[in-house]
């Protein structure tokens, strides 16, 4: 499995973003997938994450009206689109895949242990 992210940067408060992971290797549409993210010293936290097809979403609340999540099983691609972003969202973004057996709901899935496989991570950086 490969999960390729791309589209971290340098930008401005109130600038935007946009993040975008490749998959290879897995049966994409078989996974939820994820974005979390991670400032030195601190834990990997979940940022939003998209269930298979796309018809469930879930965004943290710090995030929320700001970073909007989607994906694009056909090109194996999920994306993560950031408005309006703020120093605090500095931090390296890395996306994940999650794979279940059975029907599991995005809100029980939130922490790193839940993701099996992850990509390299893109920085990103806010400045004020």
């Known amino acids: 499995v490969q999960l390729q992210a791309s589209g971290g940067g340098l930008v401005q408060a109130g ?9 290879s290797g897995l049966t994409f549409s078989s996974y939820a997938m994820g974005w979390f ?11 939003s994450s998209i269930s298979k097809f796309g018809g469930s979403t879930y965004v943290v609340d710090s ?3 700001r970073f ?12 993560l689109q950031m ?35 992850w990509g390299q991570g893109t920085q990103v950086t806010v400045s004020s």
């Open 83 to 117: 408005n309006s972003l703020k120093p605090e969202d500095t931090a390296v973004y890395y996306c994940a895949a999650s794979f279940s057996r059975v029907p599991k709901s995005l809100s029980t899935r939130t922490s790193p242990q839940d993701f099996d496989d």
């Open 37 to 47: 993210r991670q400032v030195p010293g601190k834990e990997r936290r979940i940022v």
């Open 68 to 79: 909007t999540i989607s994906r694009d099983n056909a090109r194996q691609t999920v994306n």
């Open 15 to 23: 600038g935007s973003l946009n993040l975008s992971c490749a998959a």
């Open 63 to 65: 995030v929320k009206g």
